[in-house]
């Protein structure tokens, strides 16, 4: 069963950085293109960004919103992804999903929430 | 950016009743290659992540009941509940891969 569990959201302040995790199992991480989305209280959901395999070259690409502030990387020998956010404002308050992205987003984590406030 | 605009924004149906739910690209996401449509649809419960339901238009994910169905080419796609169960009460977002992903705004369905 494909699991993917996300951590590291909580509270920052505008300006601040954050570091998620995205912690996978029950798939072969290594030949996975992976993404992350995001959806803030209460709106719809955003597509942030995806990084493909390194065996696709392992690049990222990004919405234009978040690029150059929010980067992805993976460790395939430890099946984790993560989404590395700087300059943080509020507007970045939301649930931050990853998903397996085949494409589209097939699997999705339970999310985790980040609050950008002072 | 591909904008998608879904239509309407709610709708309320009778249980074993239709839901039809509308969903239209600012930009063609057939790729004629393969004429594949690069559009997937999503069903979202409340306080759960989204699932997918439905890709390429047309193809239902696994085990996703047969009521589900999409149709569309293009720039205009459907999502049609045949018979609406009472599980069945989301938001149901449509979303484009063709470019940078975009999804729609969401449409709520309730009873």
């Known amino acids: 069963e494909v699991q993917l569990v996300e951590s590291g959201g909580g509270l920052v302040k505008p300006g601040g950085s954050l570091r998620l995790s995205c912690a996978a199992s029950g798939f072969t991480f290594k030949n996975a293109w992976l993404s992350w989305v995001r959806q803030a209280p209460g709106k719809g959901l955003e597509w942030l960004g995806r990084i493909k395999s390194n065996s696709d070259d392992g690049t990222a690409d990004y919405a234009s919103p978040v690029k150059g502030r929010f980067t992805i990387s993976r460790d395939d020998s430890n099946s984790m992804l993560y989404l590395h956010m700087n300059s943080l404002e509020t507007e970045d308050t939301a649930i931050y999903y990853c998903?397996?992205?085949?494409?589209?987003?097939?699997?999705w984590g339970q999310g985790t929430l980040v609050t950008v406030s002072s | 950016d591909n904008v998608m605009t879904q239509s309407p924004d709610s709708l309320a149906v009778s249980l074993g009743e239709r839901a039809t739910i509308n969903c239209k690209s600012s930009?063609?996401?057939?790729?004629?290659?393969?004429?594949?449509?690069?559009l997937a649809w999503y069903q979202q419960k409340p306080g759960q992540p989204p699932k997918l339901l439905i890709y390429?238009?047309?193809t239902r994910e696994s085990g996703v009941p047969d009521r589900f169905s999409g149709s569309g080419s293009g720039t205009d796609f459907t999502l049609t509940i045949s018979s609406l169960q009472a599980e069945d009460v989301a938001i149901y977002y449509c979303q484009q891969y063709y470019h940078t992903p975009t999804f729609g705004g969401g449409t709520k369905v309730e009873i």
């Open positions: 998903t397996t992205y085949t494409p589209p987003a097939v699997n």
């Open positions: 930009q063609s996401v057939l790729y004629t290659s393969n004429n594949k449509n690069y």
């Open positions: 390429g238009a047309s």
